[in-house]
């Protein structure tokens, strides 16, 4: 296939494809006359989208939530960074706090949000702390990877260069683990987003999550799925500009480079 | 002073300069779980301003270890190594003063896959706080002087292998190094990039007047290049004998098909046949 054709292929494949998704929805739901509090039509859903968008309460929404994303995976770049640097260059460290580690990155920390409202209240604070506890661990984690992953014949050039600690720190380190940072982030991003909204959920008065709760009280499926709707196209809205960093800070790697190429 | 004049007039001093290069009774063990293995051992080098010094051996023949321990990577178990008169190692710790007179070439280019071409070359002047415009403009003379001129903003990923080990022979030339080690540069490379690199490499080294010790498995590789050829044999390694290859300079490639050069390519090819 011609370079030029695979660049053209994701914008023919997406948008037939939401058109054949959207266009069985509406069939099955027609057809089998499913009842519209439980599976509404697109169409409800696109009218009840356009409705949300006009509702200024639903901006001041966005706004929360957004901050409330931004904020927490703000904190976990800067936390995650650290630790992983931190626990990457100290092996010691690393290996006796291993166990508490797993135990901290394997439990639900969904379920921490009754405490952190009790500890945080039910303001932005509770929410954000679950959106960085959630980007933490993979930013942690692929920092910590990619301080282990500088290549052993660059280490000698900083070396035979006489450098310093600090230079080679700067020069060096820093560099390599860039790529698995953004691969931190862009996992990281996504989770941050959950959080938020999973905290809103359970306990918020604000927010975009707190909208969907509400429409659910309500029984306005239509509603429901157009918050669902918004908070998706937030989400990926968040994930592009990480991704954009990424093409930014590190466009010689492979993951941006390569990409440019095959479809250049 | 009064009975100045009655001294006897001093001899003249003739000022001796050191030698670039000096290893005196060199050794380096590695300790294993079967036990200490000796990589090299008992090796005496000298090497004046100028030489060019091919070290050649089979795999295993310590000729890597010991160019790691004339470039500061790797601590000797034994001897001293000096660099114009001073001692390169102190204990387990290179001396900066001694260790900032060499420039080293790999195997590999080792450039960093986040600079370009140019920063690469100028990261060691960088490393020594030279100014942005300062530096950048002295890797571009260095970037031309090994034919890269017109490359210096791509990216490593973007260079042929041929170009990424110039890039690197750049990168180590930029500190103006009193000593260039070079350890097996263009073994990586198909064998008609490597001749045109060998000639590039004479070139360069004609140019810059630098003195260089040379690792190479690739006999006639070593004859071309070198003023000396060291053959080294393993277990331990050990200096086995040194052939002059005293051809006029610049060399050209026809060089390689006179009766001197292959005699001497002979000696070295039987010798290393020999060991097993």
Same mark, same amino acid.
């Given at each position: 296939?011609?370079?030029?054709?695979l660049?053209?292929?994701?914008?023919? #494949?997406?948008?037939?494809?939401?058109?054949?998704?959207?266009?069985?929805?509406?069939? &099955?739901?027609?057809?089998?006359?499913?009842?519209?509090?439980?599976?509404?039509?697109?169409?409800?859903?696109?009218?009840?989208?356009?409705?949300?968008?006009?509702?200024?309460?639903?901006?001041?929404?966005?706004?929360?939530?957004?901050?409330?994303?931004?904020?927490?995976?703000?904190?976990?770049?800067?936390?995650?960074?650290?630790?992983?640097v931190?626990?990457?260059?100290?092996?010691?460290?690393?290996?006796?706090?291993?166990?508490?580690?797993?135990?901290?990155?394997?439990?639900?920390?969904?379920? +921490?949000?009754?405490?952190?409202?009790?500890?945080?209240?039910?303001?932005?604070?509770?929410?954000?702390?679950?959106?960085?506890?959630?980007?933490?661990?993979?930013?942690?984690?692929?920092?910590?990877?990619?301080?282990?992953?500088?290549?052993?014949?660059?280490?000698?050039?900083?070396?035979?260069?006489?450098?310093?600690?600090?230079?080679?720190?700067?020069?060096?380190?820093?560099?390599?683990?860039?790529?698995?940072?953004?691969?931190?982030?862009?996992?990281? =991003?996504?989770?941050?987003?959950?959080?938020?909204?999973?905290?809103?959920?359970?306990?918020?008065n604000?927010?975009?999550?707190?909208?969907?709760?509400?429409?659910?009280?309500?029984?306005?499926?239509?509603?429901?799925?157009a918050?669902?709707l918004?908070?998706?196209?937030?989400?990926?809205?968040?994930?592009?500009?990480?991704?954009?960093?990424?093409?930014?800070?590190?466009p010689?790697?492979?993951?941006?480079?390569?990409?440019?190429?095959?479809?250049? | 002073?009064?009975?100045?004049t009655?001294?006897?007039?001093?001899?003249?001093?003739?000022? #001796?300069?050191?030698?670039?290069?000096?290893? !005196?009774?060199?050794?380096?063990?590695?300790?294993?779980?079967?036990?200490?293995t000796?990589? #090299? *051992?008992?090796?005496?080098?000298t090497?004046?301003?100028?030489?060019? #010094?091919?070290? &050649?051996?089979?795999?295993?023949?310590?000729?890597?270890?010991?160019?790691?321990? &004339?470039?500061?990577?790797?601590?000797p178990?034994?001897g001293t190594?000096?660099? /114009?008169?001073? *001692?390169?190692?102190?204990?387990?710790?290179?001396?900066?003063?001694?260790?900032?007179?060499?420039?080293?070439?790999?195997?590999?280019?080792?450039?960093?896959?986040?600079?370009?071409?140019? /920063?690469?070359?100028?990261?060691?002047?960088?490393?020594?706080?030279?100014?942005?415009?300062?530096?950048?403009?002295?890797?571009?003379?260095?970037?031309?002087?090994?034919?890269?001129?017109? +490359?210096?903003?791509?990216?490593?990923?973007?260079?042929?292998?041929?170009?990424? !080990?110039?890039?690197?022979?750049?990168?180590?030339?930029?500190?103006?190094?009193?000593?260039?080690?070079?350890?097996?540069?263009f073994?990586?490379? /198909?064998?008609?990039?490597?001749?045109?690199?060998?000639?590039?490499?004479?070139?360069?080294?004609?140019?810059?007047?630098?003195?260089?010790?040379?690792v190479?498995h690739?006999?006639?590789?070593?004859?071309?290049l070198?003023?000396?050829?060291?053959?080294?044999?393993?277990?331990?390694?050990?200096?086995?004998?040194?052939?002059?290859?005293?051809f006029?300079?610049?060399?050209?490639?026809?060089?390689?098909?006179?009766?001197?050069?292959?005699?001497?390519?002979? =000696?070295?090819?039987?010798d290393?046949?020999?060991?097993?």
């Amino acid at each position: 296939m011609s370079p030029r054709t695979l660049k053209m292929l994701p914008w023919i #494949v997406t948008p037939s494809l939401v058109i054949v998704i959207i266009f069985l929805w509406w069939a &099955i739901v027609t057809f089998f006359n499913v009842n519209p509090f439980i599976f509404p039509p697109p169409q409800a859903v696109a009218e009840s989208f356009v409705q949300l968008l006009s509702e200024p309460r639903t901006w001041s929404a966005v706004v929360v939530t957004v901050s409330e994303v931004v904020i927490g995976f703000l904190i976990a770049v800067v936390f995650g960074v650290t630790v992983g640097v931190l626990l990457g260059k100290i092996p010691w460290l690393e290996i006796s706090l291993r166990p508490l580690i797993v135990i901290a990155q394997v439990a639900p920390k969904v379920a +921490f949000v009754p405490l952190f409202v009790i500890w945080f209240g039910f303001g932005l604070t509770s929410k954000i702390v679950l959106s960085a506890l959630l980007a933490f661990f993979p930013i942690m984690l692929n920092v910590l990877l990619g301080v282990r992953s500088v290549e052993q014949g660059h280490r000698e050039v900083m070396t035979s260069l006489n450098a310093t600690k600090r230079q080679t720190f700067f020069q060096l380190d820093m560099r390599s683990l860039q790529p698995y940072l953004f691969a931190g982030m862009e996992v990281g =991003i996504v989770l941050a987003t959950i959080g938020a909204i999973v905290g809103e959920y359970l306990g918020g008065n604000n927010g975009l999550g707190n909208l969907v709760v509400s429409a659910m009280n309500s029984l306005d499926a239509a509603r429901t799925f157009a918050l669902i709707l918004l908070l998706s196209l937030i989400g990926l809205v968040l994930y592009l500009i990480v991704n954009e960093a990424k093409r930014f800070v590190i466009p010689w790697h492979e993951s941006v480079y390569g990409l440019r190429t095959a479809t250049a | 002073m009064k009975n100045e004049t009655l001294m006897p007039t001093a001899p003249p001093i003739t000022p #001796v300069e050191p030698p670039r290069l000096r290893i !005196q009774d060199v050794g380096r063990d590695f300790h294993t779980r079967n036990g200490v293995t000796h990589a #090299v *051992s008992g090796i005496d080098l000298t090497i004046e301003r100028g030489d060019f #010094v091919a070290l &050649i051996g089979r795999s295993g023949c310590g000729k890597t270890t010991l160019l790691r321990m &004339i470039g500061g990577l790797l601590p000797p178990s034994a001897g001293t190594i000096e660099v /114009d008169g001073n *001692s390169l190692w102190r204990g387990s710790h290179v001396e900066p003063s001694a260790v900032t007179k060499l420039g080293f070439v790999f195997q590999e280019s080792n450039l960093f896959p986040w600079f370009s071409v140019l /920063d690469n070359i100028a990261l060691p002047l960088k490393l020594r706080g030279m100014g942005k415009i300062e530096r950048r403009e002295r890797a571009a003379e260095f970037a031309a002087l090994v034919g890269l001129a017109g +490359f210096e903003r791509s990216y490593p990923r973007e260079l042929s292998g041929g170009m990424r !080990q110039r890039a690197a022979i750049a990168r180590a030339l930029s500190t103006e190094p009193e000593l260039l080690l070079m350890d097996e540069p263009f073994g990586a490379l /198909d064998a008609l990039t490597r001749e045109r690199m060998n000639l590039e490499l004479q070139r360069i080294v004609l140019d810059t007047n630098s003195t260089v010790v040379f690792v190479t498995h690739d006999i006639p590789e070593a004859v071309f290049l070198a003023d000396r050829v060291v053959h080294m044999t393993p277990r331990p390694g050990r200096i086995r004998q040194i052939l002059p290859a005293e051809f006029p300079k610049p060399r050209a490639v026809e060089v390689t098909t006179t009766p001197e050069f292959n005699e001497i390519v002979r =000696i070295l090819r039987r010798d290393l046949d020999e060991e097993e």
